[in-house]
């Protein structure tokens, strides 16, 4: 089997994972008698451990072989969602999320980090938007799907599924990914991780790349679990409505994968960021207005395409951060990353409570497109002293 198409096996499972509890939030709340800002919270159950696992997990990685980390870390996955599953209480579901989000964190990132080993510069960034292509068909089947079955069924058959999903990953990567490491591992070297750290953290390029992942996270992904709130709300519709706006967004994504070539050659990296922040700004401008949850998912596929446009970029910066530790460089970036995405939630319920269902959506279009215009900036003055 080709090389990339066991990895992107493994950032299908990863955001099928992730996204599968956007379209349920109501549903859990109803069944487990919590409040739905409560039972939202269960998104940053399994961003947060996801975020800060990564260090960790990318110099394990780098040290002890990417191919065997990423393996375990499938199996612990499927585990913790096949106990989702059968969770009684909300106490015991938040664990097994966090537990799912530790298991999840050593997947993607760590894909990335194999894609920039064996991929010269030159094919990575499509390399890499194939990952993502996998990543959004993924997340469009999960949304679509999690609020189908919760509708029709029960949301506990959404954790199911997404556990048989998990354990079909690991059977593929156990056949179709053998490790390149024959050597008995060597002994944990805290010292060693930590200079690596270190070294990624003094490039240059890390004080933009690293605080642009943190809002991206926060300002799309912290929005997704009031999803299914806001129309519930507006009477706009419930979950599988939800799920289809959820699954809009992985549309965008798609599209911006299969055109990345052209507008590379079109705009440039600088050009890309910059137009992928007008998008996104435009899309989340026209969410607050939206009366249909049509309307709704038109908007999402624009905001999927225009945050693409940015966070493919990004990905491929953060590559390069430090190529003799790109585990380590991968793992920091999504790190940042999925620390926005577990601060979001919290930002956007305070921002609902505070401020409406709509003006917290112009406030994080704003800032998405303050990263993008700064990005670009930063790209534009580094060609011009190369």
Not at 230 to 257: D, N, P, W, Y
Request: aromatic letters at 10%; a positive charge; charged letters at 10%.
């Amino acid at each position: 089997m080709p090389l990339l198409l066991v990895l992107c096996t493994a950032a299908f499972v990863s955001a099928f994972s992730i996204r599968i509890l956007d379209p349920l939030v109501p549903s859990i709340a109803r069944d487990l008698g919590i409040a739905v800002g409560t039972a939202a919270m269960l998104a940053p159950a399994y961003t947060f451990p996801y975020a800060i696992s990564q260090p960790f997990l990318g110099g394990l990685g780098d040290q002890f072989g990417k191919e065997r980390i990423i393996k375990i870390c499938t199996a612990v996955l499927a585990i913790a969602l096949l106990a989702a599953a059968f969770a009684p209480t909300y106490e015991l579901l938040f664990i097994a999320r966090c537990a799912a989000g530790i298991g999840g964190g050593g997947m993607i990132p760590i894909a990335f980090a194999i894609i920039g080993d064996r991929f010269p510069v030159a094919e990575r960034q499509q390399a890499l938007a194939r990952m993502v292509m996998a990543s959004q068909i993924a997340i469009l089947l999960s949304s679509s799907l999690s609020g189908l079955i919760a509708a029709r069924f029960d949301w506990r058959w959404v954790f199911v599924m997404a556990a048989l999903v998990a354990g079909t990953s690991l059977a593929l990567l156990l056949r179709g990914l053998p490790s390149t490491q024959r050597e008995p591992a060597p002994p944990m070297a805290l010292a060693a991780i930590k200079a690596q750290y270190g070294i990624i953290l003094r490039s240059p390029m890390a004080r933009y790349i690293l605080p642009a992942a943190v809002v991206e996270g926060m300002t799309l992904f912290g929005l997704l679990p009031f999803v299914a709130y806001r129309l519930e709300v507006r009477q706009l519709g419930g979950m599988e409505e939800a799920g289809l706006v959820l699954a809009a967004m992985s549309v965008g994504g798609i599209v911006f994968t299969a055109l990345v070539g052209p507008l590379l050659r079109w705009l440039g990296r600088a050009g890309l960021i910059r137009a992928g922040g007008f998008i996104a700004f435009a899309a989340l401008m026209a969410l607050a207005n939206c009366r249909s949850w049509q309307a709704e998912a038109g908007c999402f596929a624009a905001l999927g395409f225009g945050f693409f446009m940015i966070h493919n970029s990004l990905q491929l910066l953060a590559t390069e951060l430090s190529p003799e530790a790109r585990g380590s460089s991968v793992a920091v970036f999504a790190c940042c990353f999925f620390l926005g995405q577990a601060l979001g939630p919290l930002a956007f319920n305070a921002g609902f409570g505070a401020l409406g269902l709509n003006a917290p959506l112009i406030v994080a279009g704003g800032l998405l497109l303050a990263v993008a215009l700064g990005l670009g900036a930063v790209l534009d003055k580094k060609a011009a002293r190369t």
